[in-house]
């Protein structure tokens, strides 16, 4: 059974992050390599999106229909009121739109740019003027790129903060945690209002650790079918209103989190490269069927965590690939605005994600083929 994604670490990984005891680094090398002042430890993607919220006084921000529930959930932790423009084909947020919100937008508007699945927004460069004329506040929301690079530069240098994540589906892995980087004008009301974040207890850092470990294992295929019925074949998870999972605004990544950070930067681009890979393989199989795809993901500008695919009788499509040994089930738990953005509620309804691991790569023949054969079959 092919696993919807199998994490980027070994045992291997885990253990050596263990042993590590040298300076950490990682937001150092990020801030230059980013061209920013500073970078600094975040306890997730969302609670950096969230501190960035607080930090720029922010009221309302501009946001894609359809978006990840972190984004909405740090949105609703930091009383911001989110202002919805649709999709475009890309699945980030439709350019047109997003120009029509930012020359309506009042005071205390933050533009929120979201690269969706690590495909960097077209237009960032406009988009970003755009605002800036407007004198709204700019966020880069790099959470699912670090790689990516749009016409304003690598994901994670642009707007007056940026934010990137390291949770375990992601290109740099932690296990926990994220980087928010900046210029040094905004650092001093970052810290402040950080204050609160602590380290995690041994026994919550010593659970992040056994659940990689276990990740690792039973995320094998010749594993993966035995436990493959506890983790039912759901779809993406996009029911409107639905929970998001336990919040984790208040604790640091721990030592060896940060080691292991480290670890997988290093090796970034090789898994970067395959992923691009694994995805161009996946568009040569799906040329000339009845589906909706990204076609930018395998470019090299793209760093991307998922293939995204639209397709019809979404359920039948997930039941007959999971009879065939590929789980397409819940990989992503998005999320959709309110009526009214159409191209998000056909994303919502119509998204499968296809294995991007560059664990995987020798099996993306097989996966495309096995897609390839059940779409001809059910639509």
């Known amino acids: 059974m092919i696993p919807r994604h199998r994490p980027e670490i070994s045992i291997g990984d885990l253990a050596a992050a263990l042993a590590v005891r040298r300076e950490d680094d990682l937001p150092a090398r990020l801030a230059t390599a980013l061209g920013r002042d500073w970078a600094r430890w975040v306890p997730s993607g969302r609670a950096g999106l969230d501190l960035a919220l607080r930090t720029l006084g922010i009221r309302r921000a501009i946001v894609p229909a359809f978006n990840c529930w972190a984004v909405m959930q740090a949105l609703a932790e930091s009383g911001v009121e989110p202002v919805f423009v649709d999709v475009g084909d890309d699945l980030n947020a439709d350019r047109a739109q997003t120009l029509a919100a930012i020359a309506a937008a009042g005071p205390g508007t933050a533009l929120v740019l979201t690269h969706q699945f690590g495909v ?63 210029g040094a004008a905004l650092r001093p009301a970052v810290e402040r209002l950080a204050g609160r974040y602590r380290r995690p207890s041994a026994a919550a850092s010593a659970l992040v650790w056994l659940r990689l470990a276990a ?107 999971a009879r065939r040994g590929l789980d397409l089930g819940r990989s992503f738990a998005y999320t959709c605005a309110p009526p009214g953005f159409p191209a998000a509620e056909r994303v919502a309804t119509a998204v499968v994600n296809l294995p991007l691991s560059a664990a995987l790569e020798s099996r993306a023949p097989a996966v495309a083929g096995t897609f390839r054969e059940v779409l001809r079959r059910v639509l």
């Open 120 to 182: 960097p927004v077209r237009g960032s460069a406009e988009l970003v003027a755009a605002a800036r004329e407007r004198g709204l506040a700019v966020i880069e929301d790099g959470a699912a790129a670090l790689g990516a690079a749009s016409d304003l530069g690598p994901v994670g240098s642009a707007g007056d903060l940026a934010v990137l994540s390291f949770q375990f589906t992601k290109t740099v892995i932690a296990g926990e945690g994220g980087l928010m980087l900046g």
């Open 215 to 321: 990740l690792g294992v039973l995320t094998r295929p010749a594993v993966y079918r035995l436990v493959y019925s506890a983790v039912a074949a759901r779809g993406t998870y996009n029911r409107r209103g639905a929970p998001a999972p336990a919040a984790r605004f208040a604790l640091l990544p721990s030592p060896w989190m940060r080691a292991l950070a480290r670890r997988t930067l290093d090796r970034a681009p090789r898994v970067l490269a395959a992923r691009r890979r694994i995805a161009a393989t996946y568009l040569e199989a799906l040329d000339g069927l009845p589906v909706g795809v990204v076609a930018g993901i395998a470019g090299e500008d793209a760093a991307p965590i998922r293939f995204p695919v639209l397709v019809e009788r979404r359920g039948e499509v997930i039941a007959a690939c």
